[in-house]
Structures are given as C-alpha cells and as structure tokens.
C-alpha cells in the first residue's frame, strides 16, 4: 500500500498578511498549532533559507528536531508560499524527516486560502497506518483554530486540545470545516 502525502485546506476571513504573519512569526506559530510547542530560529543557511529548531511536549518526553523553511511573500500572481524541511534523530518520534509547503492564496482583500502539503518518512514502522490520520486531524484541527483566532480575536488557548470534547460548543475549533484532499480540476 502506497503512503498518501497530508494535505489540508481552509479559507480565513484575514488579509493574507495577517495569516503570513501568524503562521510564519516562530513565537505565533506553537500558539495555535497543536503539533508543536516551541519552534526557535537558529541563523540562516548560505543559501538564505531560515534554521530553526521544534520541540513537541508530550508527557514523559520531549521530541527536539531541526529544520529550514524559505519563503516566497512577493509572488506577481499575489500568492505566497513557504516550503520547509524537517527532521529529528528523536526514536519515540512519529516522524524521523518530512517536507512540506504552505501556501496563501488571497481570495480577496479580506479572505485568504491557506494549504499546506507535507510527508514524512514514518519513524514508527506499520504504526503509521494510525499516525497519519491523527497527524492529518491535527493539522486539520490547527488550521481552524488558526481561522477562529483571526477572524474572532478569540486567543487559541482559549481551544486547547481537549477542547475537541466539548461537542456542546458549537464555535470550537474542528478538523471537519478544513477540505482534506486537493479540489479535482473540471477541465
């Protein structure tokens, strides 16, 4: 059976500086997306990309991992994008290395689509029949904790993780308002 990439997208009532700004800045990041909870610049490449290091917090353990991300914010078509590379020698991690991309797409002034594709290299063997997905819900599930904060105010702590049980909270952040596979083209 043949691994299928991650793909997620949501459109944000946010100008695309804005949602650049919150997905791009390393101390805004770990705020809303449930996959990381630090992420520190560490200097440039030579070839200009951006070093940084991630940790993700779990109980009992921590996963420390690097990786290089270069954007692209002055696109003619009005797009941006940002690709990454990431990886970690961490052994209780899910993911040993994986690439990936953002990309923003301004609707119009005030509404932005941002996507992001990504795979990885299974650091957990056969498991990743059950990794994927969750890191595909989770992704999804930031994503829209993302688009409440911008286009609410509301602070993504206010939605952590647990928060997915409060089903009688009909305003908190879910994976299922995010499309999960590319549109198909009608040409």
Same mark, same amino acid.
């Given at each position: 059976?043949?691994?299928?990439?991650?793909?997620?997208?949501?459109?944000?009532?946010?100008?695309?500086?804005?949602?650049? %700004?919150?997905?791009?800045?390393?101390?805004?990041?770990?705020?809303?997306?449930?996959?990381?909870? !630090? +992420?520190?610049? /560490?200097?440039?490449?030579? /070839?200009?990309?951006?070093?940084?290091?991630?940790?993700?917090?779990?109980?009992?353990?921590?996963?420390?991992?690097?990786?290089?991300?270069?954007?692209?914010?002055?696109?003619?078509?009005?797009?941006?994008?940002?690709?990454?590379?990431?990886?970690?020698?961490?052994?209780?991690?899910?993911?040993?290395?994986?690439?990936?991309?953002? &990309?923003?797409?301004?609707?119009?002034?005030?509404?932005?689509?941002?996507?992001?594709?990504? %795979?990885?290299?299974?650091?957990?063997?056969?498991?990743?029949? +059950?990794? !994927?997905?969750?890191?595909?819900?989770?992704?999804?599930?930031?994503?829209?904790?993302? &688009? +409440?904060?911008?286009?609410?105010?509301?602070?993504?702590?206010?939605?952590?993780?647990?928060?997915?049980?409060?089903?009688?909270?009909?305003?908190?952040?879910?994976?299922?308002?995010?499309?999960?596979?590319?549109?198909? /083209?009608?040409?």
């Amino acid at each position: 059976m043949q691994r299928r990439g991650i793909y997620v997208e949501i459109q944000i009532r946010a100008d695309l500086t804005a949602v650049w %700004d919150a997905t791009q800045q390393p101390d805004q990041h770990p705020r809303w997306d449930v996959r990381f909870s !630090r +992420i520190t610049p /560490s200097g440039a490449t030579g /070839s200009g990309a951006s070093a940084f290091t991630y940790e993700r917090r779990v109980p009992f353990h921590t996963v420390h991992g690097t990786g290089v991300s270069l954007g692209e914010k002055d696109r003619p078509d009005g797009t941006c994008t940002s690709a990454l590379r990431f990886q970690t020698d961490d052994r209780l991690s899910p993911i040993t290395q994986g690439r990936g991309y953002w &990309r923003y797409v301004p609707v119009d002034a005030q509404t932005t689509t941002f996507i992001t594709g990504y %795979d990885y290299t299974p650091g957990w063997g056969a498991l990743d029949v +059950i990794v !994927r997905p969750l890191l595909g819900w989770a992704t999804a599930w930031s994503f829209d904790r993302l &688009r +409440i904060w911008l286009e609410t105010g509301t602070e993504p702590e206010r939605w952590p993780l647990w928060s997915t049980l409060w089903w009688w909270r009909g305003d908190r952040p879910r994976a299922a308002r995010c499309l999960r596979a590319p549109r198909r /083209s009608t040409a």
